[in-house]
């Protein structure tokens, strides 16, 4: 490789590496996702909710109080939900299965 290929392909390599580092820099930072008790509908819950479910999509009833589902930060005590629901950062004594 001649000197001048060689100098071309490292300006190539460090203006690449520059666009990366400002395209990540510009990235906007995404909102941390947190589990959310009582919003899923049945059988649409995230993972390990509790008794009566075992993992993802084992919810027995919509908005059941002790089965998550993953929002954003934020989100989760704002939703608005049927009747007098509203979601919670730690799971709830409603809306529980028959056992």
């Known amino acids: ?5 060689k100098i071309n392909a490292a300006t190539l390599a460090g203006a690449l590496a ?3 580092t400002g ?3 510009s990235a906007p930072a ?3 996702d947190v589990k959310c008790y ?3 509908l049945a059988g649409q ?3 390990a909710a509790g008794p009566g479910t075992t993992c993802a999509g084992t919810s027995k ?5 002790n089965s998550w589902k993953s929002v954003a930060e934020g989100s989760c005590t704002t939703m608005k939900l049927p009747g007098d629901r509203m979601g919670s950062l730690t799971p709830l004594d409603r809306d529980l299965p028959e056992m």
């Open 61 to 65: 009833v919509d908005y059941q109080g």
């Open 18 to 20: 520059i666009a990366v």
């Open 45 to 47: 819950n995230d993972c």
């Open 1 to 5: 490789m001649s000197s001048t290929n």
């Open 23 to 25: 395209l990540a820099a």
């Open 30 to 32: 995404q909102a941390a």
């Open 38 to 40: 009582g919003v899923a």
